[in-house]
C-alpha cells in the first residue's frame, strides 16, 4: 500500500481515472505511472443523483487496483 500525503492530493499531482455507468462516477487516483491493475489507487464513488460521497471499502488508502469499471464498481463503498 501506497502513502500518498494530504499535500499531494491538494496540489493535484496525481493521475486520475474516471469511470462511470448510470448511478455513480468512479474516480481513481494515484502518483503518476501506476498501473491501473496495482493496487495502489484512491477510490471513490460519487452517486448522480445525491452528490454522497464514499471510498472504496471506507478508506482513503491508496490499496486498490483500477483496472476497468468492472473491478471498481464491485468495490465496497462505506464511509
Given at each position: 500500500?501506497?502513502?500518498?500525503?494530504?499535500?499531494?492530493?491538494?496540489?493535484?499531482n496525481?493521475?486520475?481515472?474516471?469511470?462511470?455507468?448510470?448511478?455513480?462516477?468512479?474516480?481513481?487516483?494515484?502518483?503518476?505511472?501506476?498501473?491501473?491493475?496495482?493496487?495502489?489507487?484512491?477510490?471513490?464513488?460519487?452517486?448522480?443523483?445525491?452528490?454522497?460521497?464514499?471510498?472504496?471499502?471506507?478508506?482513503?488508502?491508496a490499496?486498490?487496483?483500477?483496472?476497468?469499471?468492472?473491478?471498481?464498481?464491485?468495490?465496497?463503498?462505506?464511509?
Amino acid at each position: 500500500m501506497q502513502t500518498i500525503s494530504l499535500q499531494e492530493i491538494m496540489a493535484d499531482n496525481l493521475d486520475c481515472i474516471h469511470y462511470e455507468d448510470a448511478n455513480y462516477d468512479y474516480y481513481c487516483r494515484a502518483f503518476p505511472g501506476t498501473a491501473r491493475a496495482a493496487t495502489s489507487w484512491i477510490v471513490k464513488r460519487i452517486s448522480k443523483t445525491t452528490d454522497d460521497v464514499r471510498h472504496a471499502g471506507g478508506s482513503r488508502e491508496a490499496k486498490w487496483a483500477a483496472t476497468d469499471l468492472a473491478t471498481v464498481a464491485a468495490y465496497s463503498y462505506t464511509d
